[in-house]
């Protein structure tokens, strides 16, 4: 209940992603104000970062774009971009939440964008939206149609704050929107319901002894490869290797790395990688017509709408080579990468001496997963992933009324599950609301 | 003259790759009534509609041509920037310079920006002639109609009416539960499936928002988004449902036998009987085809013995109408039919069954009560083999398409069996195993070391009868052995594919349906629930095979997507509809029978044709087909389209 | 601070030169290895089948004496290092297995022995920074590939002793030593081990592969700690020398060895006459002899 | 190249000794191949590991007992170190050699007699007692 006991029919939404971008969407258009809380400059998540998606290969950025645009300028839903909640009180229909706003050390009121002094920023650093694939400025936005498209200052990369030097982007911006001395902020929002769509993250490549720590600089991750293939990241979308950006003529996609291991990594499976990897050995091919993939895997598990077909076609039209078996040991050679794998189909021990490996590593929870269930007062299972209060026939619910959850903090989905998932949630939120 | 602006996109690498656009944007600036000419690297971000904003305040522009990608990726974006500057949204064009022009010349980069320009220069011809135009706001009615009773249209019909609103709940089977109703327990928890699905059907049975009409189709529908007409035909179950209690006395004393179809042909029913024992609603129904009293008359046992005097032989099929502002289309599965897979016996050998058979068997309240029995002999099996993907991955002799459950539900049937038996020995013949969704893995590996399940990585060529015994032949790929099983019983993990009649359904609500009958959606990926045909929603296994937690969230999620549309008492549609030059129309009526949405009418005073503005989806069949030219398309009428070829051919 | 010490069978003939650079180093170094009484052999491998008590009680009985005289036992080789801890810890885990084979050495063994290698007390005690300071002739200039082999390392989770894909203690010694570590992917491989008796053309086979693997990365010299790796990379160079004609050998040196260089043990201590190749040219080259 | 299952044949006394000394639970492998994929020796064996194990579960003992493979394994534990599912391959490596050294026939895998001349003197105790705990019966 509000000041006065009244029942606050606004909502917020935790991350934003696509689900949290597709619950704010479907909130806001039931009429209900929507307060969209992201942690990164720019809403749109992990998605922003794929270049097409499967089955139908569609580009990542021209289906999001709109839905971004739509979030960024619908009249009912409040973004707080770079933002991350602090504390949460109250029960539903009165939920007082403080929300951090991280400095930007620029003033977005008076930036309009322009991009000036992203242009200008000397300092080059690996990008992490980018997985090291490309460098980065200090000052930077997601991407140049970024919602909002507000840049945002990396203080551990800025020369400014590391050596009290430069201010090349104070000095060039054309409304003296930088402001190094800018503070985090605190706000306090009151909602009636929160929905937790907090999205996921990758294991990092570097946990892997056997496949080089992360040293081997040819061993990349799936979502490097996206940034690789994406035409509006660092190598233009052409495929090139990050030692010496040659183009690979031999790409080793290995499956289940980290994922389907309880004895060492992650028990659960991260259901998309397979189809992902697919998408990648036939996006590959279609830019390196010579070059030979092969895929190490265990069960190919293609189980959406189109997506058996997808492989097959991939198997059949461009020659991708599934080979069944784990790789047990990948190491450097020279300019080669070794990859020691087996094919168990014919019990033959297979090496391949490849240019590049990409590695479809375990879905894992956000590493603040777990204490932002802890502030919202919700369970999380052993790995961090939000606990439903019943798998079956309540997946969205958790047992604190008016707190949802959506997406793949509840556990890995594709985008198409995510979006149901979400849209879902905020159904839960509109019953809510109305029941009230 | 008008002042008129072009927007040019680079759309990244996309268009500006091929397209050399500043010339092109100098180009077009020369034209007269051209007052203004840019362009931008990502035209539909947030910078790029503030372009256009400042061009329209700054140059009092009246007609903007955007040259982008496709209309149907960002018209209304641009629509709404132009909108908040108080200039007419209608008066705003796309010029498709991607996909009709950049991404399909990439190597002719000249012709391209040739083409290019003059995609614009036509556009501008439309803009010029466009006239202001205002949406049509369209009264909604705020009611649900729900097809299908199973566990998707049980959750979207409960979160419907718990949103507030009233739903329409048809059922074709006497009673709601679909397939779930049939299921034992459910992985990966093993919690018994009936009691989750008895406690949700009887809140829909009871709530007051919810109408609920079982043994009943839709017959007919008319109309679009917000104003559905309905028919909705009530069969007759020679019950009076008002009157009966439910007490079962007259299907204990009815002489009629025959083999049920819920009970997958291992359990009977009578001739008066309800689905399945405690069924929610809990009432009977006659099936006429099997009742002796429609066959020959001989036969009134059941109207003696009803203390409540419910039967009515006389009651006759009911037809209703209704309107509705949104349908959900939750039609479910069914699995495809044993008898059609020669490999594996035709159907013919008793032993041999499928999914929701053992299902039935491991039910309480199933044929054996639980008890895993071969249907042949009725002894205990002690070799039971599962095979997977049964006419599914299977692209040139049945379905091609993955199943997405029948791993976990063999996993399922193999623990419990195991459970059961525990001397019994499961073989598991399988491809890929898919056990991806959350807790399913680990449900999986465990069950198979603590239960010692063999998994034999291999499809099964052919089963045969041998002897009293199930002969299998099938391969275990990871030591290339041929493997032969002699089992006890055979269960067929058969693929799923939509409920009959779906096709049928989706003709009379204009949605599209794929080359196997499955629903198709707006988009894979950002639209999963809505249907390509507005105001059509779509949950479950209906749209693509899938468990029962996807079911559950793809069931709220239309939930979702109704209250949103619903939630306005206006529902706005554009206004780019046909429209009658009354001077020249002779109401010779050919428009009124070519019109697909009938939304063309003779206006009987006058005799000429009328057209309703809520009805019309533009698709201009009735323009093609007047004699004298008396229709046009509001903004897009013929003299518009001949300019616009004239810049290209000149 | 003393330790009680190990040897094993093989230090006492084959491997003498091994011995004999450990305890003098560690005179210099400090600290005594006080060999243990009376011991036995460690029985070479530890059983892995479920049921084999039997070869469980000769490294019990080494870890029953043993904590009669102290705390903390040392050993050398890496195969009695990994037969004596993995019982340990077995004895440390089943209770049942533990009186069995104390009834039968009749001995009341409860498993609290800390067991060590020489390696980590050079770590943990003296210290490898402490170390490079009581260097009197650095290898500079040496280019040493550090060979861990499988049984320092591994079961993972029993050994404890170091990263399972990457280990680098080795490399740190041999940098302590003002050596240049050479870093190869074989280094943790097996080099056929007991094949060598079995099928001596794999163990063959295995060695070449990892002699191979550290010529290309660039070594001059092998680094060991087990007489049994000792021989198969080092006495076999001769038999892959048949096979592949353009193979060149290099010295394999047992890391004390290598300390007692650095400390400057006299000729004869250092024992390189046990050596297979004849390392005294590269140390030579390399100003060190 | 064919082979006929049965509940006994899938219980047999084969694979049940072999999970007894051994001490691990075949049923686990999920025939990843990671312990073939990681072996240093395996490029010498007529049969993975992990197809050892498959044929051992199938209770197929002649065609187990009649490969090389675990004759060759070094006990090196590469392949146990890797295992996704936590099986000691080793072990059963080794519970396979017990299985035919315990044998009425007693069988050894080597015969003394037969090595090379100066052999005994060259190689090291280590090799000749793990080598004789390893081969001999």
Known sequence: MGDNGVFVKRAMVIGGGIAGISASIDLGNGGYEVVLVEKLPSIGGRMLQLSETFPTLDCAQCTLTPKTVETGQHPHIKLLTYSEVEQVEGKAGDFRVKIRRKAAYVDWEKCNGCGLCQQKCPSKNPSEFDRGMGLGKAIYTLSPQAVPNKPVINPSNCRYFKEKKCRVCEKICPVGAIDYEQKDRFVEERVGAIITAVGFDLIPRESFGEYGYGEVPDVIDGLAFERLNSASGPTTGEIRRPSDSKIPKEVVFIQCTGSRDPERYMPYCSRVCCMYTAKHARLYKHKVHDGQTYIFYMDIRSTGKGYEEFIQQGMEEEGILYLRGRVSRIFRDGEKVIVWGVDTLTGKKVEISADMVVLATAIVPQKDAKDLAKKLGIKTDEYGFLTEVQRKLRPVETDIEGIYIAGCAQGPKDIADAVAHANAAASKVQVLFAKN | MKRLGVFICHCGANIAGTVDVKSVAEKIGKTEDVAHSADYIYMCSEPGQQIIREAIRGKGLDGVVVACCSPSMHENTFRKAVKSQGMNPYLCEIANIREQCSWVHQKEKEEATRKAEEIIQATLEKVRRNDSLEAIAVAINRRVLVVGGGIAGITASLDLAEGGYEVILLEREPALGGHMAQLSRTFPDLDPAFSGLFLKASEVERHPKIHLHCYSELEDVKGYVGNFELVIRKKATSVDRGRCTGCGICIENCPVEYVSQFERGMGIRKAIDTLYPSSVPNKPVIYREHCRYFIDGSCHRCEEVCPEKAIDFKQEDERISEKVGAVVVATGYELYPKEQLGEYGYGEIPDVIDGLGFERMLSPNGPTKGKIIRPSDGKVPKEMVFIQCVASRDPDRYMPYCSRICCMVTAKHAKIYKEQVPDGQPYIFYMDIRSDCKGYEEFLQKTIEEKRLLYLRGRVSRVFQDDGRVRVLGVDTLTGKMVEVAADMVVLATAIVPSNGVKDLAAKLRATVDRHGFLTEAHIKLYPVESSTKGIYLAGCGQSPKDISDTVSQASATASKIQALLSTDKLLQDPLIAFVDEEICSGCGICVEICPYEAREMDPHRGISMVHSALCQGCGACIASCPNNACELRNGSASQVLRMVDTFVS | MDYLYFPGCTLYTKAKNFDQTARNCSLLLGFELKELKNWTCCGATFPLATDNIMALLPPSRILATAREEGTALTTLCAICFNVIKRTNRLIQGDVEKRDKINNFIEKNYQGDLQVLHYLEILKKDIGFPQLKEKVKKPLAGLKAAAYYGCMLLRPFEEMEFDDKEKPALFEEFLEALGAKAIEFPYKIECCGSFQSVGSPDVATECAYKILGSAIKNGAEAMVSTCPMCTFNIDHKQSDIKQKYLDFNPIPVFYFTQLLGVAMGLDYQTLGFDQNAVDPIPLLKEKGLL | ?137
């Open chain 4, 1 to 137: 190249m064919k082979i006929e299952l049965t509940r006994q044949k899938v219980h047999n006394e084969f694979a049940k000794k072999v999970e007894l000394i051994s001490g691990q639970n075949l049923f686990a492998c999920y025939q990843c191949g990671n312990c073939t994929a990681g072996c240093p020796v395996a490029f010498a064996m007529e049969i993975g590991p992990h197809e050892v194990i498959r044929y051992t579960l199938l209770g197929l003992e002649e065609e187990t007992l009649g490969v090389n493979t675990y004759w060759l394994c070094a006990s090196c534990l590469q392949c146990t170190s890797r295992c996704p599912k936590g099986i000691d391959i080793a072990r059963v490596m080794d519970a396979l050699r017990m299985v035919v050294l315990r044998k009425k026939e007693r069988k050894d895998h080597i015969q003394i007699p037969e090595f090379p001349e100066g052999f005994l003197e060259k190689v090291p105790q280590i090799a000749f007692v793990s080598g004789f705990r390893k081969f001999l019966s």
